[in-house]
């Protein structure tokens, strides 16, 4: 993901990142965004020269989160704005997953691919989705705005928008008290 003209730099996305972590630096969440804002900021160093040392910083620096919060957060994944690690621990992303603004993650969540014959093959998380403890989210399937995805559920088909996704495997239904839509 390259910085586009929308995109706040790299100490202004972190930023926004500590303040969406209730200004705690100390959050492993926070870090994790912090590593990940880091490695896709590097990318963007055009010469290899000039971008090895921060290369060799990003890898110290990921496999220290990685191995000491139990979150791998890989710089390929393309992570909105606002994003929230709410705890540590057995955190993985797939590095073709795509989370939107202001989602929620916690511990124990697999955005992952669903079939060893087709590698690059993972989610993509709406604006505002919210992903239980535990939770599995396996192949492209799309998860709507706003959707819920409940503690301990495997989602293997897509969820609508204002959506809540429960159980193994997950059963879709509309979500209760879902924010409704202004008329126009």
């Not at 290899?48 to 191995?67: C, D, E, K, Q, T």
């Not at 939107?100 to 993972?122: F, H, M, S, Y």
């Not at 505002?128 to 819920?148: F, N, T, W």
Request: aromatic share 6%.
């Amino acid at each position: 993901m390259t910085r586009g003209h929308d995109q706040p730099g790299l100490w202004a996305q972190i930023r926004e990142d500590w303040h969406a972590h209730e200004r705690d630096w100390t959050r492993p969440g926070f870090r994790a965004v912090a590593v990940h804002r880091f490695g896709v900021w590097r990318m963007c160093i055009g010469s290899r020269v000039l971008r090895a040392p921060f290369s060799l910083l990003y890898r110290i620096l990921y496999r220290r989160v990685r191995n000491h919060y139990g979150i791998e957060l890989p710089y390929s994944v393309t992570l909105g704005r606002r994003v929230v690690i709410e705890h540590q621990g057995s955190i993985v992303v797939h590095g073709d997953t795509v989370i939107g603004d202001a989602c929620t993650i916690r511990q124990g969540v697999t955005l992952g691919n669903r079939r060893k014959d087709r590698p690059l093959e993972a989610p993509t998380l709406g604006v505002g989705v919210d992903v239980g403890a535990g939770a599995k989210v396996l192949g492209p399937v799309r998860i709507g705005d706003r959707a819920v995805i409940g503690a301990n559920a495997v989602v293997l088909e897509d969820v609508l928008a204002d959506h809540l996704a429960v159980g193994v495997p997950a059963t879709i239904r509309p979500r209760p008290n879902a924010p409704t839509a202004e008329p126009a």
